[in-house]
């Protein structure tokens, strides 16, 4: 059984399906820049039409009817909305594409999860310094506020940025998501500082100004696989796992849920191997200062995106050279037994959420925790019939009913990801992570159902009522 007011709901992002990407007054994005480089995404791809959502939103909707969902996570375009990223100018046609899909959802007795940013940032902010800039975190605020004050008065549940991990590390230090740097061992740190202080900025806007009227809930999603010691009896493998959940979850939740500051750990460790490389200058790991914002309690609820699990040991770094690999001294591996889906990362390990879920409750007092993304990919070979997703979607739930029920986890709902298939980031079109179907070689985008949207629906019909039928 699940709660009866338990949020069951499917997500997507903005870049990865609306397209339009020039449409009525939009300003471009880093996506749209780094997307428009030779070499940066499979087969070339890019999301100027993507699923074509800006046109087609309709589709979506009967999608999202289909599969009797209570709620729907999408994303705002933040250059759709302001297209040099400040309120100096509005888009009105922006604004009157996100009212129409808001009102739309609400009739539908679907509620709304609002992200204000997934990944993609407006390039005009990008060409000012974007978020290795201090001064973003106040342009941040400025779009958050406007969003507030638009749309607040129908969404209760708000995300301020998604996955800051994933947009610090894979943006400026591998260089495979926009903006595509790589200034290893220090911008990301960097990065993720300012994106710790922009959340923050927002938090406080909403409490102060917004949630007295609007009343709903701001958080922001972090995602984490499952550590666990290759050798459970070892205690350098211990330590390691230790270390890469504070370097990839207590990065963000630490200052958020626990001290207002980072993981003592993950500090010692930057600094430790600063001092062994002989670097010069100030940790790497920037410091929160008195005119900062507090940190410290800027959740209304802990947003987890969950995929996969790793074992650990120490090592996998990178040499004599500073990057967050040889910070961290964390080996990640795959144990044989568990099966991969598509991309080569995406181990099948369902048990993993249910030990992460419990280590949240426990390192983080308990929080209401809402599963904002967890998926099954698709590569190569169509199936539609996706018997192997299907039983990923059953074994997966368990798990969280297990979680809720057996190990008292505060778990509020559960996204899966994605409602269709989209464009996936560096890996374009080649991975598919949809309960529908969409045919991106038919001119009208046909969305089609998987027997796993199907049987997500049948999952949904059974307990959404409190009641299993």
């Given at each position: 059984m699940f709660p009866r007011d338990f949020a069951w709901g499917a997500g997507t992002a903005a870049y990865q399906i609306e397209g339009g990407w020039q449409a009525d007054g939009k300003g471009p994005s880093i996506w749209d820049a780094f997307c428009h480089e030779n070499g940066r995404v499979f087969g070339e791809q890019n999301g100027d039409v993507a699923c074509n959502s800006y046109e087609l939103w309709e589709k979506d909707l009967e999608c999202i009817q289909q599969l009797g969902v209570t709620h729907y996570r999408l994303s705002l375009s933040w250059a759709r909305l302001l297209p040099d990223g400040t309120t100096r100018h509005v888009n009105q046609t922006g604004v009157q594409y996100y009212n129409k899909v808001i009102d739309d959802l609400l009739a539908c007795d679907v509620s709304p999860m609002v992200t204000l940013y997934h990944f993609d940032l407006?390039?005009?902010?990008?060409?000012?310094?974007?978020?290795?800039?201090?001064?973003?975190?106040?342009?941040?605020?400025?779009?958050?506020?406007?969003?507030?004050?638009?749309?607040?008065?129908?969404?209760?549940?708000?995300?301020?940025?998604?996955?800051?991990?994933?947009?610090?590390?894979?943006?400026?230090?591998?260089?495979?998501?926009?903006?595509?740097?790589?200034?290893?061992?220090?911008?990301?740190?960097?990065?993720?500082?300012?994106?710790?202080?922009?959340h923050a900025m927002a938090w406080h806007s909403y409490n102060s100004v917004y949630r007295p009227q609007q009343k709903g809930a701001v958080s922001l999603a972090l995602n984490s696989d499952w550590f666990e010691p290759s050798d459970q009896h070892c205690n350098e493998d211990i330590a390691a796992a230790e270390r890469d959940l504070a370097f990839t979850l207590g990065w963000f939740a630490w200052p958020v849920f626990v001290t207002g500051d980072y993981p003592e750990v993950m500090r010692t460790a930057i600094d430790a191997r600063s001092a062994k490389l002989r670097y010069n200058g100030a940790s790497r790991l920037p410091s929160f200062s008195s005119d900062d914002p507090a940190i410290l309690g800027t959740a209304d609820f802990f947003a987890l995106n969950y995929y996969t699990s790793r074992k650990v040991k120490p090592g996998g770094g990178c040499g004599e050279t500073l990057c967050i690999k040889s910070d961290r001294d964390a080996e990640e591996v795959l144990d044989s037994s568990w099966p991969i889906c598509g991309v080569s990362w995406l181990a099948v390990v369902p048990y993993g959420l249910r030990k992460l879920l419990k280590y949240i409750k426990d390192t983080f007092n308990n929080p209401e925790v809402y599963i904002t993304e967890n998926g099954f990919s698709q590569v190569g070979q169509l199936q539609m019939e996706d018997v192997q997703r299907c039983e990923f979607y059953k074994d997966t739930i368990m798990e969280v009913a297990k979680a809720i029920h057996q190990d008292g986890v505060n778990v509020r709902g559960y996204f899966a990801w994605s409602l269709m298939d989209n464009f996936e980031w560096a890996d374009g079109f080649s991975v598919r992570f949809g309960l529908f179907h969409v045919d991106f070689s038919d001119a009208k985008l046909r969305r089609t159902i998987y027997r796993s949207g199907r049987e997500y629906a049948k999952i949904i019909e059974k307990y959404k009522s409190g009641q299993p039928k």
């Open positions: 407006p390039q005009t902010l990008q060409d000012q310094g974007g978020w290795k800039s201090p001064g973003i975190a106040t342009l941040f605020d400025s779009y958050a506020k406007f969003c507030f004050q638009t749309f607040g008065d129908r969404v209760k549940l708000w995300i301020t940025i998604n996955e800051p991990h994933v947009c610090a590390k894979l943006g400026y230090e591998d260089g495979i998501h926009a903006p595509g740097l790589k200034e290893k061992g220090t911008a990301a740190y960097l990065v993720g500082h300012n994106m710790l202080r922009a």
